[in-house]
């Protein structure tokens, strides 16, 4: 098969012609964030070095003392006001949603918490999502634009990349996976698993490498309960449903 160069509109272009550069499309702005220094600090804090709530609120503490002499204050109050700054970005192209829901069953006298539970789960709409990945310079010459067959020496097929299967017969197979994370400690009555979805034209070595071609688009919400109900069949049976129903929802926008 070869893959046909086309415009954004479909129409045909020729092979050499040269893409147009790659460039931000948002403008060199901080807010919420007061200056750029107070981004890059929240950014450090929490997104490069993962700082604790408690680390924060007596790091931005102490900054504030050493600046109570000259009348300054530290970047942020507290961490509730750095958290507010991050949750209040509009700039992306891929934003958050979240929806919530809870078991619709029956519900009789003294029932278990898992039962009476609002369950919120958080997710990025996925056909938006893939398009980064499409539009990343950084995958040139680690993408396979269509399915291929690879002999070894001895004509016997050698099977690596997912374009090189013989179930490979879509452009754009995306693929999606969740796992268990540190992002389950401390949660409560519930866990979350994220949610990574990634294109199978992808060679595998880069979606092994901090290239962006794994994203997270969402954390699966998974239920709780006292160790006597971990064999509840209707409790197994509800977290199979809400599992099965989140991913629906969350990949509808694909289907």
């Given at each position: 098969m070869t893959a046909i160069c086309?415009?954004?509109?479909g129409n045909s272009v020729p092979v050499e012609m040269v893409p147009e550069p790659c460039s931000a499309d948002f403008p060199m702005e901080w807010?919420?964030?007061?200056?750029?220094t107070q981004f890059e600090l929240g950014d450090f804090i929490y997104r490069k070095v993962k700082v604790s709530a408690g680390n924060i609120n007596k790091l931005m503490d102490l900054w504030g003392k050493s600046?109570?002499?000259n009348d300054n204050f530290s970047p942020f109050?507290?961490?509730?006001?750095?958290?507010?700054?991050?949750?209040a970005i509009q700039l992306g192209d891929a934003p958050w949603h979240s929806?919530?829901?809870s078991f619709s069953g029956k519900i009789g006298a003294n029932p278990p918490i898992w039962q009476i539970t609002d369950y919120e789960?958080?997710?990025c709409d996925p056909s938006m999502v893939i398009k980064n990945p499409l539009n990343n310079p950084d995958l040139d010459g680690t993408f396979d634009y269509t399915p291929?067959?690879?002999?070894?020496?001895?004509?016997?097929?050698?099977?690596?990349?997912?374009?090189?299967?013989?179930?490979?017969?879509?452009?754009?197979?995306?693929?999606?996976?969740?796992?268990?994370?540190?992002?389950?400690?401390?949660?409560g009555n519930v866990e979350y698993h994220p949610l990574y979805l990634t294109l199978g034209n992808v060679h595998n070595t880069m979606c092994c490498a901090h290239q962006n071609a794994v994203i997270?688009?969402?954390?699966?919400t998974i239920p709780k309960s006292d160790q006597k109900d971990d064999n509840n069949p209707l409790f197994c049976h509800f977290k199979h449903q809400l599992y099965h129903a989140t991913l629906a929802t969350i990949l509808k926008p694909l289907h």
């Open positions: 086309v415009d954004i509109n807010e919420p964030f007061d200056n750029g600046m109570h002499s109050e507290s961490k509730k006001k750095l958290y507010a700054s991050i949750d929806f919530k829901t789960i958080w997710y291929y067959i690879e002999l070894d020496s001895s004509s016997k097929c050698h099977w690596n990349e997912y374009m090189s299967g013989n179930f490979a017969c879509t452009i754009k197979p995306i693929l999606a996976g969740a796992d268990k994370t540190t992002t389950s400690v401390a949660t997270p688009i969402g954390l699966l």
